[in-house]
């Protein structure tokens, strides 16, 4: 009998992926999604397969699943800067109420329960590297507050979940991750400067672009997650990230070098609020924990964006 997992979060550009890879594994997954940031495109070749359920469904209600489950990984939320700014008290719904409902699920189902954190708990860092053992450094009522906090609380949660229901957890801190199936228009970087290079339009580096970010390719984080969850008991928080650094505005000239056709320049505009100035994962722990560590470099990754991107844009 095939295993039963749940993802949250199943439309979107990481939920998604990690249906595939679950599927491909032989587990039977039902994806939910209540589509306020999620496509059914990215999961739309798994309609109609055997193993594949989708529940369009606000994880922030209670949530009913008939049957055996034994694996929950809840990726339900908006990710972007740009989409939590526009939804932050969704936001802070799903990372808290979807989060207590996840863990409720979980325990009344005997699951393992894996939550998608992400490093934006280490706010605008102090230490750098950020290993899992630093608390962070988070402004609670600036604007980037209602992701941050309500990560913190999913965080919070899970651990009382866990120390006082015995319920098994995993909890990864994601950092910044890319690839196919991002949304153009989500506000972030990569689908920013990619779209415009493609456009034609200037790059818009926000500040002096001398803020650093660290990317990883989405098939590395998938394989990180599959790791945790199937091939170890870990119940803390667990960095998965690709440490190379890069500062934003070589991150632009990285995309231009890669489309000598385009004709686009670079801008500068406002640096946002609270935008964390460097970030780069300390993987030890996943190395040691999971013998994982991210292979596909950067080069590779944007290639192969790039060619998602230019497809989105010029359907064939
Ligand atoms: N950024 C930029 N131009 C853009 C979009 C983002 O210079 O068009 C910068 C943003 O200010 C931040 C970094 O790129 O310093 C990464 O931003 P993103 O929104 O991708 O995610 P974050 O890492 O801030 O959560």
Excluded at 39 to 60: P, Q, W
Excluded at 76 to 85: K, N
Excluded at 240 to 247: F, I, K, Q
Aim: charged share 25%; aromatic share 10%; net charge neutral.
């Amino acid at each position: 009998m095939s295993k039963r997992i749940l993802i949250t979060g199943a439309a979107g550009f990481i939920g998604s992926h990690l249906c595939d890879r679950f599927w491909q594994e032989g587990f039977e997954v039902i994806g939910m999604d209540n589509l306020s940031t999620g496509s059914l495109e990215n999961i739309e070749h798994l309609f109609g397969k055997d193993r594949f359920t989708f529940l369009h469904y606000d994880v922030t209600n209670f949530v009913h699943v008939p049957g055996e489950l034994h694996y929950i990984l809840h990726f339900a939320s908006p990710a972007s800067p740009v989409d939590y700014l526009r939804m932050p008290i969704q936001t802070l719904k799903v990372g808290a109420l979807g989060t207590h409902k996840c863990l409720g699920l979980a325990r009344a189902k005997g699951a393992t329960i894996l939550l998608a954190s992400t490093s934006e708990v280490y706010g605008d860092p102090l230490e750098h590297p950020q290993k899992e053992t630093y608390w962070g450094h988070v402004n609670p009522i600036g604007v980037r507050g209602v992701y941050d906090e309500a990560k913190r609380f999913m965080e919070a949660m899970a651990m009382a979940y866990h120390r006082t229901h015995g319920v098994s957890i995993r909890i990864v801190r994601i950092f910044n991750t890319y690839g196919p199936r991002m949304r153009l228009d989500d506000g972030r970087v990569l689908p920013n400067f990619i779209g415009q290079a493609l456009r034609n339009e200037p790059l818009t580096v926000y500040g002096d672009g001398s803020q650093t970010r660290s990317f990883c390719y989405v098939d590395d984080l998938v394989e990180g997650i599959f790791r945790l969850l199937l091939y170890s008991d870990y119940p803390l928080p667990v960095n998965l990230g690709n440490p190379g650094e890069v500062s934003i505005l070589d991150f632009a000239r990285e995309i231009l070098a890669l489309l000598p056709e385009s004709r686009s320049t670079i801008v500068f505009k406002p640096l946002p609020e609270d935008d964390p100035k460097v970030r780069r994962p300390d993987i030890s722990l996943a190395r040691e924990l999971l013998g994982w560590e991210p292979r596909i470099p950067r080069e590779e990754g944007l290639k192969r964006s790039i060619a998602y991107f230019r497809a989105k844009l010029q359907p064939a």
